[in-house]
């Protein structure tokens, strides 16, 4: 038996011999770029230094989530406004802009695991969603990208897009920020006075963010406008509740 096994051996070694060559000759999986805080020109890639500069600078948030690898409009506003020194010269005056790009290929496990918790933090349930928050990272607006034709068969909507321009988002943006404004200045407004001043002017700061946003990320100040104005006056707590 022995005298067989060895046999056998000698007759298999050229073929093993030949399947641990092509092991170790077969391509290696090309190593992952080494990974930047900074995504493309004056872009964040994650959000710890984003918020760092945020809050030194004073300045709010344009916080954006895509994939532009698999998600076709993701594509669309990152690559027809997000990278033009038309828009980034604007929205760099104005934001500190973060650009979360959840790619199906080229991130590594640890900072596709911090982008999968940072969609999570903020509710991201579409994509592209493009938040407009405050330097401490509470978003109080949202939208996404729509092409400049959003019906029709789909090579018109491509054909549109090609044609979009940066100037069209910013106006797009530019309600948002007023509201933003709006808000921020209505809730120091508020913190000058008292009683039932003080509560109709935090109304007039919180109806100008989304309904969805205040229970999420401003829930201390719904609880001080309950405590300012439990009878709810203006029924903005009803609305609330709805």
């Not at 989530?65 to 828009?87: M, R, T």
Request: aromatic content about 12%.
């Amino acid at each position: 038996m022995k005298i067989k096994f060895f046999s056998l051996m000698l007759v298999m070694a050229p073929f093993l011999l030949a399947q641990a060559q092509a092991r170790t000759q077969a391509p290696q999986k090309p190593a992952l770029p080494p990974e930047t805080d900074m995504s493309h020109e004056g872009w964040f890639a994650e959000m710890p230094p984003a918020l760092a500069e945020a809050r030194s600078s004073g300045k709010d948030m344009l916080i954006v989530f895509g994939g532009s690898d698999w998600c076709a409009p993701c594509k669309w506003l990152k690559y027809n406004i997000l990278v033009k020194p038309e828009f980034n010269d604007w929205a760099a005056e104005h934001f500190v802009l973060v650009d979360i790009d959840t790619l199906a290929r080229g991130l590594s496990p640890e900072r596709k695991k911090r982008y999968v918790a940072l969609q999570a933090r903020y509710k991201v349930g579409s994509f592209p969603s493009v938040f407009l928050a405050t330097p401490g990272g509470e978003p109080y607006a949202w939208t996404t990208y729509i092409p400049p034709t959003d019906s029709g068969s789909l090579a018109a909507i491509t054909a549109s897009v090609k044609l979009d321009t940066p100037a069209r988002f910013r106006a797009q943006l530019e309600p948002l920020i007023a509201r933003g404004r709006a808000f921020r200045e209505g809730l120091a407004r508020a913190g000058r006075l008292s009683g039932a001043a003080r509560a109709d002017a935090m109304v007039d700061a919180l109806s100008q963010v989304r309904a969805d946003f205040l229970e999420y990320y401003y829930p201390e100040k719904i609880a001080e406008l309950r405590a300012l104005d439990p009878a709810d006056r203006r029924g903005f707590l009803a609305y609330l509740a709805g």
